[in-house]
């Protein structure tokens, strides 16, 4: 059973940066392809970058030059490196796993999830 753990989130203002941390417990996470996601209150879930099993990484448009994913080298956990924040980046913050190695989900049909970690940010 694979559980994953968010941490990092927090609250922080207009122009601040953030690391938030998706820990796997009971799988590595080399060969997997991993992404993270957020809500904002009142809308729908959405993508927002994630690293392939060969780590090609992916951004959404509205973060790119200000988000950077990568894994750590133990390859237990990936990050999400969050700069230039804006306060239309609060949201809660998910990461998920794919359920095989070696695969890309295709919109959110990851396997795995974690509880989320809240990110505020104010102007």
């Known amino acids: 059973q694979v559980q994953l753990v968010e941490s990092g989130g927090g609250s922080v203002q207009d122009g601040g940066s953030l690391r938030l941390s998706c820990t796997a417990s009971g799988r590595a996470l080399s060969r997997y392809t991993v992404g993270w996601f957020r809500q904002a209150p009142g809308k729908e879930r959405a993508f927002v970058a994630r690293?392939?099993?060969?780590?090609?990484?992916l951004y959404t448009d509205s973060v790119k030059g200000r988000f950077t994913i990568s894994r750590d080298n133990a390859e237990t956990t990936v990050f999400l490196q969050m700069n230039s924040l804006r306060p239309a980046d609060t949201a809660v913050y998910f990461c998920?796993?794919?359920?095989?190695?070696?695969?890309?989900?295709?919109?959110?049909?990851?396997?795995?999830w974690g509880q989320g970690t809240q990110v505020t940010v104010s102007s």
């Open positions: 690293i392939n099993w060969d780590d090609n990484t």
């Open positions: 998920a796993v794919a359920g095989r190695p070696w695969m890309i989900p295709q919109d959110d049909a990851y396997t795995h």
